[in-house]
Protein backbone atom coordinates (compact mmCIF):
# COMPACT_ATOMS: atom_id res chain seq x y z
CA UNK A 1 0.00 0.00 0.00
CA UNK A 2 2.89 2.32 0.77
CA UNK A 3 3.63 1.75 -2.92
CA UNK A 4 0.35 2.64 -4.52
CA UNK A 5 0.36 5.60 -2.25
CA UNK A 6 3.63 6.53 -4.08
CA UNK A 7 2.48 5.94 -6.88
CA UNK A 8 -0.23 9.01 -6.45
CA UNK A 9 1.90 11.29 -5.50
CA UNK A 10 4.12 10.88 -8.34
CA UNK A 11 1.27 11.05 -10.80
CA UNK A 12 -0.41 14.15 -8.62
CA UNK A 13 3.25 16.32 -9.47
CA UNK A 14 2.59 15.16 -13.10
CA UNK A 15 -0.35 16.19 -13.54
CA UNK A 16 -1.09 19.22 -10.91
CA UNK A 17 -4.38 18.73 -10.79
CA UNK A 18 -7.18 16.96 -8.21
CA UNK A 19 -6.75 13.07 -8.17
CA UNK A 20 -9.84 10.93 -8.44
CA UNK A 21 -9.28 7.35 -7.65
CA UNK A 22 -10.91 4.76 -9.74
CA UNK A 23 -11.73 1.80 -7.57
CA UNK A 24 -14.58 0.26 -9.63
CA UNK A 25 -14.39 -3.61 -10.20
CA UNK A 26 -13.36 -4.19 -6.44
CA UNK A 27 -10.57 -1.97 -7.16
CA UNK A 28 -9.68 -3.55 -10.45
CA UNK A 29 -8.82 -6.72 -8.46
CA UNK A 30 -7.29 -5.65 -5.44
CA UNK A 31 -9.97 -5.35 -3.70
CA UNK A 32 -12.42 -2.72 -2.50
CA UNK A 33 -10.61 -2.30 1.34
CA UNK A 34 -7.64 -0.56 -1.30
CA UNK A 35 -9.77 2.25 -0.65
CA UNK A 36 -9.15 2.93 3.21
CA UNK A 37 -5.35 3.23 2.69
CA UNK A 38 -5.12 5.12 0.35
CA UNK A 39 -8.00 7.73 1.05
CA UNK A 40 -6.00 10.48 2.97
CA UNK A 41 -3.54 11.12 -0.29
CA UNK A 42 -7.13 11.25 -2.63
CA UNK A 43 -9.83 13.97 -3.08
CA UNK A 44 -12.32 11.52 -4.01
CA UNK A 45 -13.09 7.45 -5.24
CA UNK A 46 -15.15 6.38 -8.36
CA UNK A 47 -16.88 3.39 -8.82
CA UNK A 48 -19.15 2.01 -11.21
CA UNK A 49 -22.35 1.50 -9.18
CA UNK A 50 -24.44 1.69 -6.42
CA UNK A 51 -23.48 -1.65 -4.79
CA UNK A 52 -19.75 -0.44 -5.12
CA UNK A 53 -20.51 2.54 -3.59
CA UNK A 54 -21.83 1.20 -0.40
CA UNK A 55 -19.22 -1.22 -0.21
CA UNK A 56 -16.75 1.69 -0.07
CA UNK A 57 -18.47 3.69 1.90
CA UNK A 58 -17.63 1.03 4.83
CA UNK A 59 -13.90 1.34 4.24
CA UNK A 60 -13.65 4.88 3.23
CA UNK A 61 -15.88 8.50 4.64
CA UNK A 62 -15.15 10.51 0.91
CA UNK A 63 -16.79 11.31 -1.99
CA UNK A 64 -17.77 8.65 -3.77
CA UNK A 65 -18.92 9.44 -7.58
CA UNK A 66 -20.86 6.96 -9.11
CA UNK A 67 -20.46 5.51 -12.75
CA UNK A 68 -23.78 6.56 -15.15
CA UNK A 69 -26.24 4.29 -15.78
CA UNK A 70 -29.28 2.80 -12.94
CA UNK A 71 -29.46 5.73 -10.83
CA UNK A 72 -32.72 3.31 -8.97
CA UNK A 73 -31.14 2.73 -6.09
CA UNK A 74 -30.47 6.26 -5.19
CA UNK A 75 -34.09 7.10 -6.12
CA UNK A 76 -35.05 4.87 -3.16
CA UNK A 77 -31.63 5.64 -0.35
CA UNK A 78 -29.91 9.05 0.60
CA UNK A 79 -25.93 9.24 0.96
CA UNK A 80 -24.30 12.06 1.27
CA UNK A 81 -21.03 11.05 0.49
CA UNK A 82 -22.10 9.23 -2.97
CA UNK A 83 -22.46 11.16 -5.81
CA UNK A 84 -24.40 9.40 -8.76
CA UNK A 85 -24.50 10.42 -12.09
CA UNK A 86 -27.20 11.81 -14.25
CA UNK A 87 -27.12 12.04 -18.25
CA UNK A 88 -30.32 13.75 -18.67
CA UNK A 89 -33.42 15.82 -16.72
CA UNK A 90 -35.50 12.89 -15.70
CA UNK A 91 -32.44 11.65 -14.12
CA UNK A 92 -31.58 14.89 -12.47
CA UNK A 93 -34.80 14.87 -10.94
CA UNK A 94 -34.90 11.56 -9.68
CA UNK A 95 -31.69 12.05 -7.23
CA UNK A 96 -32.64 15.55 -6.57
CA UNK A 97 -36.12 14.20 -5.43
CA UNK A 98 -33.95 11.94 -3.01
CA UNK A 99 -32.35 14.54 -1.28
CA UNK A 100 -28.76 14.36 -3.23
CA UNK A 101 -27.44 17.83 -3.09
CA UNK A 102 -24.14 16.24 -5.47
CA UNK A 103 -24.50 14.60 -8.33
CA UNK A 104 -22.26 14.73 -11.82
CA UNK A 105 -23.03 14.94 -15.34
CA UNK A 106 -21.73 12.54 -17.65
CA UNK A 107 -21.56 14.16 -21.10
CA UNK A 108 -20.87 12.38 -24.51
CA UNK A 109 -17.83 13.68 -26.23
CA UNK A 110 -18.13 10.84 -28.84
CA UNK A 111 -18.00 7.38 -27.27
CA UNK A 112 -21.80 6.79 -27.44
CA UNK A 113 -22.00 5.07 -24.58
CA UNK A 114 -23.02 6.89 -22.25
CA UNK A 115 -24.09 10.87 -21.24
CA UNK A 116 -25.86 13.85 -22.19
CA UNK A 117 -25.78 15.22 -25.58
CA UNK A 118 -26.35 18.80 -26.53
CA UNK A 119 -29.97 18.94 -26.07
CA UNK A 120 -29.99 17.13 -22.58
CA UNK A 121 -26.86 18.81 -21.61
CA UNK A 122 -29.34 22.28 -22.29
CA UNK A 123 -32.21 20.88 -20.47
CA UNK A 124 -30.24 20.17 -17.41
CA UNK A 125 -28.62 23.58 -17.21
CA UNK A 126 -32.03 24.83 -17.46
CA UNK A 127 -33.12 22.68 -14.57
CA UNK A 128 -30.32 23.29 -12.58
CA UNK A 129 -30.63 26.80 -12.42
CA UNK A 130 -34.69 26.49 -11.55
CA UNK A 131 -33.37 24.20 -8.85
CA UNK A 132 -30.38 26.59 -7.91
CA UNK A 133 -28.03 23.76 -7.64
CA UNK A 134 -24.68 23.14 -9.39
CA UNK A 135 -23.10 19.73 -10.78
CA UNK A 136 -20.34 18.24 -7.98
CA UNK A 137 -18.22 17.24 -11.15
CA UNK A 138 -18.75 17.35 -15.12
CA UNK A 139 -16.70 14.74 -17.08
CA UNK A 140 -16.67 12.37 -20.49
CA UNK A 141 -14.61 9.69 -21.43
CA UNK A 142 -12.21 8.66 -23.96
CA UNK A 143 -12.89 6.40 -26.18
CA UNK A 144 -9.01 6.43 -28.12
CA UNK A 145 -6.59 7.34 -25.35
CA UNK A 146 -4.45 9.55 -25.95
CA UNK A 147 -5.44 9.11 -30.20
CA UNK A 148 -8.83 10.75 -29.19
CA UNK A 149 -7.79 13.30 -26.24
CA UNK A 150 -7.72 16.05 -28.66
CA UNK A 151 -10.31 16.05 -30.76
CA UNK A 152 -12.50 15.03 -27.37
CA UNK A 153 -11.00 17.98 -25.30
CA UNK A 154 -12.36 20.35 -28.11
CA UNK A 155 -15.98 18.66 -28.08
CA UNK A 156 -16.10 18.21 -24.01
CA UNK A 157 -14.62 21.81 -23.75
CA UNK A 158 -17.33 23.57 -26.38
CA UNK A 159 -20.01 21.38 -24.42
CA UNK A 160 -19.57 22.64 -21.23
CA UNK A 161 -18.76 26.39 -22.04
CA UNK A 162 -22.01 26.98 -19.72
CA UNK A 163 -20.68 28.56 -16.76
CA UNK A 164 -22.80 25.95 -14.35
CA UNK A 165 -21.40 22.99 -16.04
CA UNK A 166 -17.48 24.33 -15.23
CA UNK A 167 -17.36 22.67 -11.96
CA UNK A 168 -14.43 19.96 -11.40
CA UNK A 169 -14.41 19.48 -14.56
CA UNK A 170 -12.52 15.82 -15.77
CA UNK A 171 -11.89 13.99 -18.87
CA UNK A 172 -8.31 11.93 -18.48
CA UNK A 173 -7.70 8.36 -17.07
CA UNK A 174 -4.49 7.25 -16.68
CA UNK A 175 -3.43 8.42 -20.03
CA UNK A 176 -3.29 12.19 -18.85
CA UNK A 177 0.38 10.92 -17.76
CA UNK A 178 1.25 10.74 -21.28
CA UNK A 179 -0.07 14.02 -22.41
CA UNK A 180 2.38 16.85 -21.76
CA UNK A 181 1.34 20.48 -22.19
CA UNK A 182 -2.61 19.31 -22.72
CA UNK A 183 -4.99 21.44 -20.51
CA UNK A 184 -5.87 18.58 -18.02
CA UNK A 185 -9.06 20.61 -16.51
CA UNK A 186 -9.55 20.26 -12.84
CA UNK A 187 -9.15 16.67 -11.85
CA UNK A 188 -7.44 13.23 -12.78
CA UNK A 189 -9.43 9.62 -12.99
CA UNK A 190 -7.20 7.27 -12.49
CA UNK A 191 -7.14 3.53 -12.19
CA UNK A 192 -4.62 1.28 -13.91
CA UNK A 193 -1.70 3.48 -13.25
CA UNK A 194 -2.45 4.06 -9.74
CA UNK A 195 -2.11 0.29 -9.47
CA UNK A 196 1.33 0.17 -11.61
CA UNK A 197 0.98 -0.32 -15.41
CA UNK A 198 2.50 3.18 -16.50
CA UNK A 199 6.07 4.07 -16.85
CA UNK A 200 6.11 6.25 -14.17
CA UNK A 201 4.33 4.12 -11.42
CA UNK A 202 5.44 0.96 -9.72
CA UNK A 203 3.28 -2.55 -9.65
CA UNK A 204 1.04 -2.45 -6.36
CA UNK A 205 0.13 -6.65 -6.54
CA UNK A 206 2.25 -9.70 -6.73
CA UNK A 207 -0.76 -12.94 -7.04
CA UNK A 208 0.60 -16.42 -5.70
CA UNK A 209 -0.98 -19.35 -4.83
CA UNK A 210 0.60 -22.61 -2.99
CA UNK A 211 2.67 -25.55 -3.85
CA UNK A 212 0.38 -28.22 -2.03
CA UNK A 213 1.19 -31.81 -3.52
CA UNK A 214 4.90 -33.12 -4.99
CA UNK A 215 4.61 -35.54 -7.51
CA UNK A 216 7.48 -37.32 -9.42
CA UNK A 217 6.01 -38.44 -12.45
CA UNK A 218 7.20 -40.70 -15.49
CA UNK A 219 7.67 -40.67 -18.85
CA UNK A 220 4.65 -41.19 -21.07
CA UNK A 221 2.10 -40.49 -17.79
CA UNK A 222 -0.94 -38.80 -17.96
CA UNK A 223 -1.02 -34.84 -16.17
CA UNK A 224 -4.06 -33.48 -15.18
CA UNK A 225 -7.24 -33.58 -17.41
CA UNK A 226 -7.39 -35.04 -21.08
CA UNK A 227 -4.90 -36.77 -22.90
CA UNK A 228 -1.20 -34.65 -22.01
CA UNK A 229 1.26 -36.78 -20.76
CA UNK A 230 5.33 -36.68 -19.87
CA UNK A 231 8.07 -36.67 -23.31
CA UNK A 232 10.34 -37.35 -20.07
CA UNK A 233 10.52 -38.00 -15.85
CA UNK A 234 9.76 -34.59 -13.53
CA UNK A 235 8.61 -33.34 -10.43
CA UNK A 236 5.56 -31.91 -10.53
CA UNK A 237 4.29 -29.51 -8.27
CA UNK A 238 0.56 -28.94 -8.29
CA UNK A 239 -0.52 -25.67 -7.25
CA UNK A 240 -3.78 -24.21 -5.66
CA UNK A 241 -4.79 -22.07 -8.19
CA UNK A 242 -7.16 -22.58 -11.08
CA UNK A 243 -9.48 -20.93 -13.70
CA UNK A 244 -11.54 -19.99 -10.79
CA UNK A 245 -9.19 -17.94 -9.41
CA UNK A 246 -8.23 -15.99 -12.10
CA UNK A 247 -5.61 -18.19 -13.61
CA UNK A 248 -7.54 -18.90 -17.36
CA UNK A 249 -7.14 -21.83 -19.99
CA UNK A 250 -5.67 -20.95 -23.17
CA UNK A 251 -3.69 -22.52 -25.93
CA UNK A 252 -0.72 -20.34 -25.14
CA UNK A 253 2.29 -21.89 -22.83
CA UNK A 254 1.53 -20.31 -19.48
CA UNK A 255 4.31 -20.23 -16.28
CA UNK A 256 4.53 -19.42 -12.51
CA UNK A 257 7.20 -18.16 -11.19
CA UNK A 258 9.28 -20.12 -8.04
CA UNK A 259 12.45 -19.02 -6.08
CA UNK A 260 12.57 -16.84 -9.31
CA UNK A 261 12.46 -19.38 -12.19
CA UNK A 262 9.53 -19.40 -14.14
CA UNK A 263 7.96 -23.29 -14.54
CA UNK A 264 6.02 -24.21 -17.13
CA UNK A 265 2.23 -25.05 -16.76
CA UNK A 266 1.55 -28.55 -17.41
CA UNK A 267 -1.65 -29.25 -19.33
CA UNK A 268 -4.87 -27.61 -18.66
CA UNK A 269 -6.05 -25.46 -15.46
CA UNK A 270 -8.27 -27.38 -13.72
CA UNK A 271 -10.93 -25.46 -12.08
CA UNK A 272 -8.88 -25.49 -8.23
CA UNK A 273 -5.43 -26.56 -9.40
CA UNK A 274 -3.00 -26.75 -11.80
CA UNK A 275 0.05 -28.43 -12.17
CA UNK A 276 3.81 -27.30 -13.09
CA UNK A 277 7.13 -28.41 -14.13
CA UNK A 278 9.30 -28.09 -11.25
CA UNK A 279 12.43 -30.42 -11.95
CA UNK A 280 15.73 -29.20 -10.16
CA UNK A 281 14.05 -27.32 -8.40
CA UNK A 282 14.87 -27.62 -4.19
CA UNK A 283 10.72 -26.64 -3.68
CA UNK A 284 9.16 -27.76 -0.79
CA UNK A 285 4.72 -28.14 -0.08
CA UNK A 286 3.45 -25.15 1.04
CA UNK A 287 5.78 -22.39 -0.87
CA UNK A 288 4.27 -19.89 -3.27
CA UNK A 289 4.43 -20.51 -6.95
CA UNK A 290 3.51 -16.38 -8.57
CA UNK A 291 1.05 -15.81 -11.22
CA UNK A 292 2.43 -12.57 -10.84
CA UNK A 293 5.54 -11.35 -9.73
CA UNK A 294 5.80 -8.40 -11.96
CA UNK A 295 4.83 -6.18 -14.24
CA UNK A 296 5.91 -8.14 -17.52
CA UNK A 297 3.85 -11.47 -15.61
CA UNK A 298 0.29 -9.58 -15.81
CA UNK A 299 1.49 -8.32 -19.41
CA UNK A 300 2.18 -11.89 -20.58
CA UNK A 301 -0.96 -13.13 -19.37
CA UNK A 302 -2.98 -10.63 -20.97
CA UNK A 303 -1.00 -11.42 -24.20
CA UNK A 304 -1.43 -14.84 -23.79
CA UNK A 305 -5.22 -14.50 -23.18
CA UNK A 306 -5.97 -12.34 -26.28
CA UNK A 307 -7.09 -9.59 -23.92
CA UNK A 308 -5.72 -6.67 -21.93
CA UNK A 309 -4.15 -6.17 -18.58
CA UNK A 310 -7.56 -4.84 -17.00
CA UNK A 311 -9.58 -8.02 -17.41
CA UNK A 312 -6.26 -10.12 -16.31
CA UNK A 313 -6.39 -8.25 -12.91
CA UNK A 314 -10.51 -7.90 -12.46
CA UNK A 315 -9.91 -11.78 -12.68
CA UNK A 316 -8.45 -12.73 -9.27
CA UNK A 317 -12.05 -12.44 -7.51
CA UNK A 318 -13.98 -14.13 -5.17
CA UNK A 319 -12.23 -16.56 -2.64
CA UNK A 320 -9.45 -14.91 -2.97
CA UNK A 321 -7.49 -13.84 -0.24
CA UNK A 322 -5.93 -10.65 -0.64
CA UNK A 323 -3.03 -9.88 2.43
CA UNK A 324 -2.15 -5.76 2.52
CA UNK A 325 1.00 -5.00 3.36
Known sequence: MSRMRHNIRRIRCKTRNGFCAV?????????????GFIAQAVDCFMVANA??????????????????????????????????????VKQLNGVMSAGYKKFSVAV???????????????????????????????????????????????????????PILRAKRHLYCSCALDLPGFDL???????????GYSDYTDVCMSVRAKIVALNRVGRGEHIGYGDYTLDRDALIATVACGYADGLRRCDKQLFLTVRGKKCPIIGMPC???????????????????????????????????????????????????RIYM
Open 185 to 195: FDMTRCGIAMY
Open 271 to 321: MDLCMIDVTGLDCRVGEYAYLIACKSDAEYLAKCYGTIIYEVLTGFNGRTE
Open 108 to 162: NTGMNRLGADEKSLSDIVSRCKELDVMPYSVYSHLYGGISSASGQAAEFERLTAE
Open 23 to 35: VKSDAYGHGIATA
Open 51 to 88: GEAFELLAVADKPTLVLGGDISPFTRVYEPQIVPTVCD
